[in-house]
């Protein structure tokens, strides 16, 4: 028996001139989105705590320096103006003193310190952080996301309306998500801007349109479809008027409902911040909440080479709002004990300031020693994991590798690091490397995984 | 309250003992040179630029003089002047429509709104601007008719600061110039659009303008833009057209690629593509020849390679019927002999040249061509090689130590070489191609004469090469296992060849040797104080002597301290002290190291170098002309006596210990404003304490060892920086929205210390 299940079926289906014509028809108002009709969580429980995951991806590598690790004694070359950290209500616990909010909320979250790969290239950090190998090789591994949508996601049973891996709102564009996994385990990319209204979702919110006119769409084209007319019995057809149904289901049904913000408290909303990210979060609390596995919030403006810190000044206090408001309100609806959020990018920046033109004041990337930050499904609160040495520059105790979190986050979601991945190739592939494969590893961070 | 004079002294320095962080930064020049005799404006673009107050351009003939500064107006001065002219407006259109009412328009009036136009137009605000090429000075150059043509180097200079040399050219050719490049400034163009002008143009910006050739063209690359410059050739002609980009600007931290990659292309009349260039070799800066199909006009286009621009994006554009050489053979020549050069290129006058070999080292071969190409003279004896020793059978047989003159003629082609060695015998083998303008990539490898490889080596990473990014020559160092002949194989990585694939071997025992290279290559000095200087040492051939480092004929006033480099460092950052009195312009300092090397003292002068970063990452030295140093402000008697070392150096530290160091303290409180800090402290050392002592007229700095990370046996120096220690709350809040360098008021000399094994 051939042990590869890779299904070349499902990746590269059939495409017949009646289905073009059919996706042709659909595919601009996202009425692909309609083959699957309820929202409902896993088919079959899995045995992890967590049942999601939200990603807070800081793509461009957000400073370590000047967020989760703190470093005034290091001197002014190194910490520029942001030498007061603040207390959090973990005692010991010091963060940036622009992050009063998340201050209020560190016995939720954990801290890692020592997160390390030595990689100071965009692509390829974003790769080693995301899928836990490194680049190179026969094959390209999928990130986290794409092994949570297969796991959790159709394969699994998943039935939701909404597709299992939710990226909010634009992709990131450094790597390929799915990797070898191929097309289907691509996260779907809402675009649009859930601070504005409404939240224009690809294919699923039609700025500009309203349910009625959509209707009269819908009926027009009926009127045009006189195949349909012609013959009511085809299986073909009533497959097609099934997903017709499942689609229009999406759009004017559930599936639109949970990007529509309105339905929030203006309070909360307000508390979440009204910006792109503090509205990604809150749509990032709603998807789970209805239990899609995987949403990332793809938040960006951190590559910081130039003038650090008033990027700072201007970015930290909104993402101070949305990151503490989502935990808060995670806790405060029973969701943060079954929901990891990750929180992170690709690297850390340099220690030492740039101060010299043209980066006035900026930080380089670093991929020596950088944060992350995890918290729910299973992940203790109020933890720091490993540290950096006295400038931030170098791991002084406890390294943890990408891959050392993402066995820690496949733990908690109850994805073995056995379990098989199937490839183009049919090499034995498994979500976790293997001792063989050479990728470093300091172990999982047991000291923060509840038993 | 009383106010100590120190602490006026120090806080008046403001930017003080060295002020680097707010000296003037150069971005471009623009144009990039000029031609000999004439007289031209000149835009420099960067930062910190509005109190520049002189121009320098290295070596004689060449003058400069500031005649304006620009920068952006700020959004707030533009928001006030935008407002003031909509009252303007709305007024004027009040009495258009009641010309009887009581609020006339008036002279004055009218008056105020050209001026408030006239004030927007000539310097508008620019939230898209470049912070670190906002700012513009425009200069006034004269060149005497008799300066040779060549390289020279542009520096600014303000009461306080000396910003780092740009590259300046004078030729001996007509120059063109298109009108400086002005930053995109969309917001401006809706600007003009809402006073009445033109709207903004859309689409691919174009330039193109008529010359006559020979002549050099400068020009400013925006983005997406093509220059394209027409002109009158006839047929037959070998035309010759250089551009120097990445040469004027070698490395762009924040740009990848990290340099302007020029393109060069040439249409006939109908605009039908004739030749086309994108480099020259493995030089970025492409050279095209073109011989002329028949008389006509043709159009010659620059634009970068992926159609970026921006405004130091600058090139020059040499054009016309000229002599260039695009090899020479051999490569160098022994010092004490002179040397027949064969020369290769277009348009030359001779085919070869004599050099007389004087000093050892490599400089630039002039002669009656455009182009200085490069040219070594060494100690060891030389030979050429024979045409037939490209197989192992006819393999050269070679006396060492030496160096071979060879070529790399056919693609796919190898030399082989042999030498009778010894067991044991240290060997040495090492190319000079690329480094020499040569487009070989070597690789070499040595063979027993059973044929096992004792050592190959294709590219080895010489920090030497500040301009090379793809440096390719070979360098290995083996120890023979046994006595025997041994064979050498060079040859071309890319198996490629031709008659300037031209290599000078030297091969034969360690020779070791180091070079230095001293960074900054700007330095602005309050009278009196000190500021800190790196000079890196590259060393060769397993040289790890110590280097003892002092200035050579330096004006009087100026002191090193700590000028060392210890045994198996690779660099030192020590203090240079400036006199206690201004110069008037700067003066060119001259580092020179010496160490005991196998018995022998050896001297080399440390090159003055700039450390640029390209592309985000990659950072190189590159050495410039000089070493300029600036000393400013008036003579401070109260501080002759302070700031000097009174312990015992070299300081002995011991891992988990402390060490005190006894310093002459300023007069006054200075402690209550001021703070030492150690600057780029070594690993494992700190600053521990600062201490008041003999009633204050000394502090006692205590330094601690951390006892796993000071190394033992480790020597260095200990630099501490005089910072300010409490700012007014207004200083404080302007620091958190525009944070930069903290620049320190005063220096210490450098403290020289030693790590104790125990």
Same mark, same amino acid.
């Given at each position: ?65 000047? /967020? ?24 010991? /616990? ?39 190998? &490194? ?106 008027? &099934? ?52 949403? =990332? ?12 810190? &008033?990027?700072? &000044?201007?970015?930290?206090?909104? /993402? ?18 079954? =929901? ?22 900026? $930080? ?33 105790? $406890? ?19 056995? =379990? ?28 923060? /995984?509840?038993? | ?47 910190? #630029? ?70 927007? #137009? ?72 809402? #006073? ?192 037939? %020793? ?36 240290? *060997? ?139 045994? %198996? ?27 005991? *090397? ?54 002995? #530290? ?105």
């Amino acid at each position: 028996m051939s042990t590869n299940f890779f299904d070349f079926g499902k990746q590269r289906p059939h495409l017949s001139r009646r289905e073009a014509i059919r996706r042709a028809l659909f595919a601009g108002s996202g009425l692909l989105l309609a083959r699957h009709l309820t929202f409902s969580a896993f088919a079959a429980p899995p045995t992890g705590r967590a049942r999601s995951v939200i990603q807070i991806w800081m793509w461009g590598g957000p400073s370590h320096l000047d /967020m989760f690790d703190p470093k005034p004694e290091a001197g002014y070359d190194y910490c520029g103006p942001l030498k007061s950290p603040i207390e959090t209500n973990v005692s010991g /616990m010091r963060i940036c003193e622009l992050l009063p909010q998340l201050a209020k909320q560190a016995d939720k979250y954990s801290i890692i310190r020592s997160m390390t790969h030595g990689n100071n290239g965009h692509e390829t950090a974003a790769y080693i952080v995301q899928t836990g190998r &490194q680049p190179g090789g026969r094959l390209v591994y999928p990130c986290v996301g794409a092994v949570v949508s297969l796991e959790r996601g159709y394969d699994a049973g998943y039935q939701g309306l909404i597709p299992p891996y939710i990226v909010l709102t634009e992709p990131q564009g450094r790597f390929d998500e799915a990797g070898f996994l191929g097309a289907r385990y691509k996260p779907f990319a809402t675009g649009g801007n859930p601070a504005q209204t409404p939240f224009a979702v690809e294919g699923v919110v039609s700025p500009g349109i309203t349910a009625q006119r959509q209707k009269s769409r819908r009926e027009l084209l009926h009127q045009l479809d006189t195949l349909a007319l012609t013959l009511p019995d085809d299986p073909q057809i009533t497959a097609n008027t &099934q997903a017709e149904n499942q689609a229009y289901d999406m759009i004017l049904g559930d599936g639109a409902k949970v990007f529509d913000l309105a339905e929030e408290k203006p309070e909360l909303r307000d508390r979440y911040g009204k910006s792109k990210f503090g509205q990604s979060c809150l749509v990032a609390r709603r998807l789970v909440e209805r239990g899609i596995p995987y949403v =990332t919030i793809n938040y960006g403006g951190w590559d910081t080479h130039k003038n650090n810190f &008033q990027a700072m &000044q201007r970015q930290l206090p909104e /993402m101070d709002k949305g990151f503490a408001t989502l935990l808060q309100d995670l806790a405060d609806r029973g969701l943060l004990d079954r =929901t990891i959020v990750w929180w992170g990018g690709e690297f850390g920046r340099t220690p030492k300031v740039q101060w010299e033109a043209p980066w006035n004041g900026g $930080r380089g990337h670093y991929g020596k020693v950088f944060c992350h930050v995890v918290a729910g499904g299973g992940f203790k609160g109020g933890q720091i994991v490993g540290a950096s040495d006295a400038r931030g520059e170098e791991v002084k105790e $406890r390294p943890v590798y990408p891959v050392d979190l993402i066995g820690s986050i496949y733990a908690q979601m109850g994805i073995a690091p056995t =379990t098989k991945l199937p490839n183009p190739e049919g090499l034995p592939t498994f979500v976790m490397p293997r001792a063989g494969e050479g990728i470093k590893s300091a172990g999982v961070l047991k000291e923060i /995984m509840s038993a | 309250m009383k106010i100590s004079p120190i602490i006026v002294a120090l806080s008046c320095l403001g930017v003080t003992a060295l002020a680097q962080s707010r000296a003037p930064h150069l971005a471009y020049v623009y144009p990039a040179g000029g031609q000999a005799g004439t007289t031209f404006q000149v835009v420099v673009g960067g930062q910190n #630029l509005m109190a520049v107050s002189n121009a320098f351009i290295t070596g004689p003939g060449v003058r400069a003089v500031v005649l304006d500064h620009q920068r952006p107006m700020n959004q707030k001065e533009f928001n006030d002047l935008r407002d003031r002219l909509k009252v303007l407006q709305e007024k004027f259109q009040a009495a258009r429509r009641n010309r009887s009412g009581a609020n006339a328009w008036t002279a004055a009036d009218a008056a105020e709104r050209e001026q408030i136009r006239a004030k927007i #137009l000539r310097n508008p605000p620019n939230r898209k601007a470049n912070p670190a090429m906002m700012d513009t000075v425009t200069l006034k150059v004269a060149m005497a008719a008799d300066v040779a043509p060549g390289d020279r180097e542009i520096r600014l200079a303000m009461p306080s600061g000396l910003s780092n040399p740009l590259r300046f050219c004078i030729s001996n050719l007509r120059e063109f110039s298109k009108p400086a490049a002005q930053a995109a400034n969309p917001e401006l163009e809706k600007f003009i659009e809402k #006073l009445g002008g033109k709207p903004a143009p859309t689409g691919t910006p174009k330039y193109e303008a008529a010359i006559t050739l020979p002549a050099v063209v400068n020009g400013q690359i925006t983005p997406g833009e093509v220059d394209r410059y027409r002109f009158a050739a006839r047929r037959g002609q070998q035309l010759i057209f250089t551009a120097s980009a990445r040469s004027l600007i070698p490395y762009l931290a924040d740009a990848v690629p990290g340099w302007f990659e020029a393109v060069l292309t040439i249409y006939d009349a109908k605009g039908m593509e004739l030749a086309h260039q994108e480099r020259f070799r493995f030089d970025p800066d492409p050279v095209l020849h073109f011989e002329v199909p028949r008389d006509g006009e043709y159009v010659i286009a620059i634009h970068d390679s992926i159609y970026r621009g921006r405004e130091d994006f600058v090139y020059r554009l040499t054009a016309g019927e000229l002599p260039l050489v695009t090899g020479i053979f051999p490569l160098g020549g022994r010092r004490g002999e002179k040397t027949s050069v064969t020369l290769t290129g277009w348009n030359l006058k001779a085919k070869s040249l004599v050099h007389e070999n004087t000093q050892t080292g490599t400089a630039p071969l002039t002669g009656d061509f455009l182009n200085p190409v490069p040219f070594t003279v060494d100690d060891l004896p030389e030979c050429t090689e024979s045409a037939t %020793n490209d197989s192992l059978q006819t393999a050269a047989a070679l006396t060492l130590p030496i160096i071979v003159n060879g070529c790399v003629r056919r693609p796919g082609e190898q030399k082989y070489f042999k030498f009778a060695g010894q067991a044991g015998q240290k *060997i040495v083998a090492e190319v000079f191609a690329r480094r020499l303008g040569s487009p070989l990539d070597s690789n070499l490898r040595l063979t027993d004469a059973s044929g096992k490889q004792i050592a190959f080596n294709d590219d080895w990473d010489d920090p030497a090469c500040g301009l090379e990014t793809h440096h390719a020559d070979s360098y290995f160092a083996a120890t023979l296992p046994a006595a025997g002949t041994y064979f050498i194989a060079l040859a071309d990585t890319q198996g490629h060849g031709g008659p300037d694939f031209a290599y000078r071997l030297r091969l034969g025992g360690p020779e070791p040797d180091f070079a230095l290279r001293v960074v900054p290559s700007s330095l602005s000095l309050r009278a009196g104080m000190s500021a800190p200087v790196t000079v890196y040492a590259l060393r060769r051939d397993g040289c790890t002597n110590a280097i003892s480092l002092s200035l050579q004929d330096a004006p009087p006033g100026f002191s090193l301290s700590g000028a060392r480099i210890d045994a %198996n460092q690779d660099k030192a950052q020590f203090t240079l002290k400036a006199p206690a009195w201004p110069t008037d312009e700067p003066v060119a300092i001259t580092i020179t190291g010496s160490a005991v *090397i196998q018995g022998k003292q050896i001297v080399h002068v440390a090159e003055p170098a700039e450390d640029m970063m390209q592309a985000f990452i990659y950072r190189h030295l590159v050495p410039v002309q000089e070493f300029a140093v600036t000393v400013s402000g008036p003579p401070r008697r109260f501080l002759a006596g302070a700031f000097k070392i009174l312990s015992q150096t070299p300081v002995k #530290l011991s891992p988990g210990r402390t060490a005190r160091v006894r310093v002459s303290a300023p007069p006054g409180n200075f402690s209550g404003r001021f703070k030492l800090e150690l600057r780029d402290a070594p690993a494992g050392i700190s600053l521990a304490r600062v201490a008041p002592v003999a009633a204050g007229r000394e502090w006692e700095l205590t330094f601690a060892a951390d006892q796993g990370k000071a190394r033992p046996g480790f020597k260095g120096n200990l630099i501490c920086e005089v910072v300010p220690q409490f700012q007014k709350s207004s200083e404080r809040k302007k620091a958190a929205a525009q944070p930069t360098r903290r620049d320190a008021a005063a220096m210490l000399p450098a403290i020289p210390f030693w790590v104790a094994a125990e």
